[in-house]
Structure formats: structure tokens, C-alpha cells
Nanobody, 125 residues
Framework: QVQLVESGGGLVQAGGSLRLSCAAS????????MGWFRQAPGKEREFVAA????????YYADSVKGRFTISRDNAKNTVYLQMNSLKPEDTAVYCC??????????????????WGQGTQVTVSS
């Protein structure tokens, strides 16, 4: 089992920044990668960004490219999502997740087998 705890959400004005953190514990040695997904009210969960733990390859949704940056701290078993130039349409609950499936595409939610509880991000116009 892998436990995930997110933090860093909040209310910010459009154009502002937030940094989300996701701390992992438990059987973290089995992880292949970690990702961030978001879900706005009345919408489907969507992929935001992901990182392969070994090697550090990163993946981004087109809607956040150039604005969001995913990174990891191996020593702290933590992944971060730096979000800049936030827009009202970025408002959602952001969840981090772990996949233990080697070779996963990293962009599909069904590839992830451990999920955090989520943190709310609200961007006001």
C-alpha cells in the first residue's frame, strides 16, 4: 500500500500561483510514477501532469503546458505541482496518484492504483 497526502491548495486570483505537494509513504519503492489529476464540479476527472520517478520524464496536459511544472524530491518522497498564471478554469479538486505499472502511459487515470484525498484549488476572476 502507498499512502498519499496532498497539501497546498487554496484560493488565488487569476494570474496568481500555487504550489501543491503530495507526500508518499508506505511501499513507495514499488512506484513507477506519480501524477496529478483534477476534477471540476460536473466534469470528468482529467489528467494534469505526471512524472516517472526513476529518470524524471514528465508529461503535461495541453491545457497546462507552459504554466504548470511537476517535480519530485526523492529524499522526501514528495512530488510537487507548481502552478503559475492560474485561470478560473483551473478551479478543481486536485488529486495526486501513484502508478506501480511499469510502462504506463502516465496520462490515463485507470493506470493509477493509489490516490490521495485531494486538495481544492479555487481561482477567482
Amino acid at each position: 500500500q502507498v499512502q498519499l497526502v496532498e497539501s497546498g491548495g487554496g484560493l488565488v486570483q487569476a494570474g496568481g500561483s500555487l504550489r501543491l505537494s503530495c507526500a508518499a509513504s508506505g511501499r513507495t519503492f514499488s512506484r513507477y510514477g506519480m501524477g496529478w489529476f483534477r476534477q471540476a464540479p460536473g466534469k470528468e476527472r482529467e489528467f494534469v501532469a505526471a512524472i516517472i520517478w526513476t529518470g524524471g520524464n514528465t508529461y503535461y496536459a495541453d491545457s497546462v503546458k507552459g504554466r504548470f511544472t511537476i517535480s519530485r524530491d526523492n529524499a522526501k518522497n514528495t512530488v510537487y505541482l507548481q502552478m503559475n498564471s492560474l485561470k478560473p478554469e483551473d478551479t478543481a479538486v486536485y488529486c495526486c496518484a501513484v502508478t506501480t505499472y511499469w510502462g504506463a502511459t502516465m496520462t490515463m487515470s485507470y493506470e493509477y492504483n493509489f490516490w490521495g484525498q485531494g486538495t481544492q484549488v479555487t481561482v477567482s476572476s
